[in-house]
């Protein structure tokens, strides 16, 4: 089991950019997999992107692609989600989560989350 805890949310205008960190504890977190979620008012929780355990892999949402990017430092048990370009659309509560091993992309496959940080993109 992993404990996760968000931060880097705020308030920012259209095109800038925001660098979002979730602190991981707990044993297994080597071994994890960690996704981006993200839910903006009145709609679904939708996934972002996430990371392979040793940071080789990721994947983005369509929505994000070429804009967002995910990095990991296990030294730090940290993962990051740098937001660039940003736009109103990306407005919403930001959830980290965890799973073993293999990134997914329904919420329903990870146990692990934290309890998010909102991002507002004024503009």
């Known amino acids: 089991q992993v404990q996760l805890v968000e931060s880097g949310g705020g308030l920012v205008q259209v095109g800038n950019s925001l660098r979002l960190s979730c602190a991981a504890s707990?044993?297994?977190?080597?071994?994890?997999?960690v996704a981006w979620f993200r839910q903006g008012p009145g709609k679904e929780r939708e996934f972002v992107g996430g990371?392979?355990?040793?940071?080789?892999?990721?994947t983005y949402a369509d929505s994000v692609k070429g804009r967002f990017t995910i990095s990991r430092d296990n030294a730090r048990n940290t993962v990051f989600l740098q937001m660039n370009s940003l736009k109103p659309e990306d407005t919403g509560v930001y959830y980290c989560?965890?799973?073993?091993?293999?990134?997914?992309?329904?919420?329903?496959?990870?146990?692990?989350w934290g309890q998010g940080t909102q991002v507002t993109v004024s503009s």
């Open positions: 989560a965890a799973r073993d091993w293999v990134v997914r992309t329904s919420t329903r496959e990870y146990d692990d």
């Open positions: 707990g044993s297994t977190f080597s071994s994890s997999a």
């Open positions: 990371i392979s355990p040793n940071g080789g892999i990721t």
